[in-house]
């Protein structure tokens, strides 16, 4: 079975801070690793995927996220937050299923708040 | 190009009802997954679909059923409305089953009274 963990249920930064938002997962076999985010009443939009390659890895609007595979992590990290980027982010994993299904497991989010 | 499309947004049924919702993926893509997100936590995956076969189901009861359509479309349809089916069904859309991301549509929220 697949898991992640989003250990902080929210963080909060000051505008122009750096931010990490941090993802844990548990995976039998090679992981493939997702950030999404979620703005209230929307359905989720996609950030950033690892698949294979270098560790670190570049996604929309600024953010990027750094595999981290001895510890099982991939944290979400920006160099400076933006008031906009207060949001929903979930990290997702998947992996093969026997039926060639790649199912995405879901941590529970962290809600990102960053004050002007 | 139109994303993920969902109807309706907004569904109000009883308990012990039936209810469908429709999915309509991005202009392309074959594979169509199901989620459901209760309030608080994240996505649950319920179904992936892949030319019209099913791929994966996920740890719902024999209530819920899905199926894809010759153009890619797909319906899931619950059955026995429970007050607990409350929730954002979200569909989600990629080229194929593999490592691909997957596109979400706005989702449809269910209330079950």
């Known amino acids: 079975a697949q898991s992640v963990a989003q250990p902080e249920d929210q963080v909060n930064v000051a505008e122009g801070n750096p931010l990490t938002v941090k993802c844990t997962y548990s995976v039998s076999g090679n992981p493939y690793l997702f950030w999404y985010v979620q703005y209230p009443n929307r359905g989720l939009q996609f950030l950033l995927k690892?698949?294979?390659?270098?560790?670190l890895v570049k996604g929309s609007y600024g953010f990027e996220a750094e595999f981290n595979k001895s510890q099982t992590s991939f944290h979400l990290k920006k160099p400076s937050a933006l008031v906009s980027d207060s949001a929903l982010y979930f990290c997702a994993v998947s992996s093969p299923s026997g039926a060639g299904s790649y199912q995405l497991t879901f941590g529970k989010g962290t809600k990102l708040s960053v004050i002007p | 190009d139109a994303g993920v499309t969902q109807s309706p947004t907004h569904l109000i049924k009883t308990r012990g009802q039936h209810v469908t919702l429709r999915c309509s993926p991005i202009s392309g893509h074959k594979s169509v997954s199901w989620y459901q997100q209760v309030l608080g936590q994240g996505p649950q995956f319920i179904f992936q679909?892949?030319?019209?076969?099913?791929?994966g189901r996920g740890n719902f009861p024999d209530r819920f059923s899905a199926r894809q359509f010759p153009n890619y479309s797909s319906e899931l349809n619950v059955n026995a409305l429970l007050l607990g089916d409350s929730a954002l069904y979200l569909c989600a859309s990629s080229p194929g089953t593999e490592s691909y991301e997957q596109y979400f549509g706005p989702g449809t929220r269910l209330t079950v009274t």
């Open positions: 679909y892949y030319e019209k076969e099913e791929r």
């Open positions: 690892y698949i294979t390659g270098d560790n």
